[in-house]
């Protein structure tokens, strides 16, 4: 019987509003950054066939608020019907947005803050009880995270688009260098995975269940571009043994020899960083590699990738008191010595860095930094029901998908806890992705 996962302590609605109200406004604040730091073209333009135009996803999120807090909580009439279409994630493949007749920029912006205004109104007056949508704010939260989650995406486009930089930050503190064990060794047996009892959490994270694993042992930090750089000396990408076979092939059509925007310039390693150029720093966790190359690093290095059940036992198992924390530091929300989050830094922190933030077995950066890919297909927990809708995770079960774990530093907290799920096919390298390794206790 393992001990049962902790959650928020139960608040009143003022404090559920408050919420709510911080969790929306610090989601558009940066929806406006994003949106504003170019010019009108570069918002209409697509930059890569795997994203959608800017202005697109600016009006996706308003059509999104609309839907679900002014038709479906606040029972309002629909402002635009006409371009519910336009909107809809699975109508349309990303290719092909440009050509629909999406909303210009200046009305797409104008769309959003109409619907924002309303739906502030709405929260004023709102009922935190009566159904499960309006049921600790839920509703409110969902659109919260859902504006964060295309915050990141429209990064991701900013990382892709051409053109000389349009978005600054701070470089995240130089840490003492780590001089840790490399790895940790996580106690098998039972723990809690999943929530039964986060307000917020999404359905995939759901409900909370025991899971049994193996003692194994994980990495302490993610892996570093340093180390990745030895596999790729090595000749990791010219040595078949090491990929899977789908990643083999991946491999040889589109000529893959490091991640994505690094290129070799002598005898050093450069990377292209949201339009300005640098070195790659070798103690940096490595970025945009595919679930591919994740996998291959791993068998290179004689280990593996962590299962998802392994990598959430390493981030919320307490084996102190058998229960599963809200995050691996404890239960309170993040803040800055937690984790690398919502954007103050334009990339990840030195491995080994954030002591604070560590799990209690000391594993660190599992919050934060780099989304981690795990060796696990997108899979329904035992219990699982959809909603609100099934198309935010029972399309995607199945093994064409590989779940990532952890967040990344374009992550806001409000998205991102110790039971988040992320996925993406394997092939995918725009996404801020890394990973870390694990073995079994034997091994």
Same mark, same amino acid.
């Given at each position: 019987?393992?001990?049962?996962? +902790?959650?928020?302590?139960?608040?009143?609605?003022?404090?559920?509003? &408050?919420?709510?109200?911080?969790?929306?406004?610090?989601?558009?604040?940066?929806?406006?950054?994003?949106?504003?730091?170019?010019?009108?073209? &570069?918002? =209409?333009?697509?930059? %890569?066939?795997? @994203?959608?135009?800017?202005?697109?996803?600016?009006?996706?999120?308003?059509?999104?608020? *609309?839907?679900?807090?002014?038709?479906?909580?606040?029972?309002?009439?629909? @402002?635009?019907? *006409?371009?519910?279409?336009?909107?809809?994630?699975?109508?349309?493949? #990303?290719?092909? #947005?440009?050509?629909?007749?999406?909303?210009?920029?200046?009305?797409? #912006?104008?769309?959003?803050?109409?619907? $924002?205004?309303?739906?502030?109104?709405?929260?004023?007056?709102?009922?935190?009880?009566? =159904?499960?949508?309006?049921?600790?704010?839920?509703? /409110?939260?969902?659109?919260?995270?859902?504006?964060?989650?295309?915050?990141?995406?429209?990064?991701?486009?900013?990382?892709?688009?051409?053109?000389?930089?349009?978005?600054?930050?701070?470089?995240?503190?130089?840490?003492?260098?780590?001089?840790?064990?490399? !790895?940790?060794?996580?106690?098998?047996?039972?723990?809690?995975?999943?929530? %039964?009892?986060?307000?917020?959490?999404?359905?995939?994270?759901?409900?909370?269940?025991?899971? !049994?694993?193996?003692?194994?042992?994980?990495?302490? +930090?993610?892996?570093?571009?340093?180390?990745?750089?030895? /596999?790729?000396?090595?000749?990791?990408?010219? +040595?078949?043994?090491?990929?899977?076979? *789908?990643?083999?092939?991946?491999?040889?059509?589109?000529?893959?020899?490091?991640?994505?925007?690094?290129?070799? &310039?002598?005898?050093?390693?450069?990377?292209?960083?949201?339009?300005?150029?640098?070195?790659?720093?070798?103690?940096?966790?490595?970025?945009?590699?595919?679930?591919?190359?994740?996998?291959?690093?791993? $068998?290179?290095?004689?280990? #593996?990738?962590? +299962?998802?059940?392994?990598?959430?036992?390493?981030?919320?198992?307490?084996?102190?008191?058998?229960?599963?924390?809200?995050?691996?530091?404890?239960?309170?929300?993040?803040?800055?010595?937690?984790?690398?989050?919502?954007?103050?830094?334009?990339?990840?922190?030195?491995?080994?860095?954030?002591?604070?933030? !560590?799990?209690?077995?000391?594993?660190?950066?599992?919050?934060?930094?780099?989304?981690?890919? =795990?060796?696990?297909?997108?899979?329904?927990?035992?219990?699982?029901?959809?909603?609100?809708?099934?198309?935010?995770?029972?399309?995607?079960?199945?093994?064409?998908?590989?779940?990532?774990?952890?967040?990344?530093?374009?992550?806001?907290?409000?998205?991102?806890?110790?039971?988040?799920?992320?996925?993406?096919?394997?092939?995918?390298?725009?996404?801020?992705?890394?990973?870390?390794?694990?073995?079994?206790?034997?091994?």
């Amino acid at each position: 019987m393992t001990a049962p996962e +902790t959650g928020p302590s139960v608040t009143g609605a003022e404090a559920l509003r &408050d919420r709510a109200l911080a969790s929306l406004t610090t989601a558009r604040a940066r929806t406006t950054l994003l949106t504003s730091c170019v010019e009108d073209p &570069d918002l =209409t333009a697509q930059h %890569s066939p795997l @994203m959608s135009p800017l202005v697109w996803d600016l009006a996706h999120i308003g059509n999104q608020e *609309e839907l679900w807090l002014l038709r479906a909580v606040g029972g309002r009439e629909a @402002m635009r019907p *006409e371009i519910d279409g336009l909107y809809d994630a699975f109508e349309h493949p #990303r290719s092909e #947005r440009p050509s629909l007749p999406l909303l210009p920029p200046e009305e797409a #912006r104008q769309y959003a803050a109409e619907v $924002r205004k309303r739906a502030l109104d709405l929260l004023e007056t709102a009922d935190f009880h009566g =159904t499960r949508l309006t049921e600790a704010g839920f509703a /409110f939260g969902m659109i919260a995270q859902h504006e964060q989650q295309h915050d990141e995406t429209m990064l991701i486009t900013h990382q892709l688009r051409r053109g000389p930089q349009a978005l600054t930050a701070p470089r995240p503190e130089q840490a003492p260098e780590f001089t840790g064990p490399a !790895e940790v060794l996580v106690p098998g047996g039972p723990f809690t995975m999943g929530t %039964s009892t986060e307000p917020w959490a999404l359905d995939n994270e759901r409900p909370a269940h025991s899971r !049994e694993v193996a003692p194994y042992w994980i990495d302490t +930090t993610p892996v570093t571009n340093g180390a990745y750089q030895a /596999f790729i000396e090595d000749g990791g990408y010219d +040595t078949e043994r090491w990929w899977a076979p *789908e990643g083999w092939k991946h491999v040889r059509e589109h000529g893959l020899t490091a991640p994505l925007f690094w290129h070799r &310039d002598g005898g050093q390693w450069l990377r292209r960083r949201f339009g300005a150029t640098e070195v790659v720093p070798a103690g940096e966790p490595v970025l945009h590699v595919s679930w591919y190359e994740a996998d291959a690093y791993a $068998r290179w290095a004689g280990r #593996r990738l962590p +299962t998802e059940a392994e990598w959430e036992k390493a981030a919320r198992h307490d084996p102190a008191t058998g229960r599963s924390r809200r995050y691996p530091w404890g239960d309170a929300d993040p803040a800055p010595e937690h984790a690398n989050l919502g954007q103050r830094h334009l990339g990840p922190a030195p491995a080994g860095s954030y002591p604070a933030g !560590e799990s209690p077995l000391g594993v660190r950066q599992l919050i934060g930094d780099v989304w981690e890919w =795990t060796a696990s297909d997108l899979a329904p927990y035992p219990g699982f029901a959809a909603f609100p809708y099934k198309e935010y995770s029972e399309v995607f079960f199945g093994p064409e998908y590989k779940v990532l774990r952890g967040g990344s530093f374009a992550v806001d907290p409000v998205a991102c806890r110790g039971t988040f799920r992320n996925w993406d096919y394997p092939v995918r390298r725009q996404i801020f992705s890394g990973f870390r390794t694990a073995r079994p206790e034997s091994a």
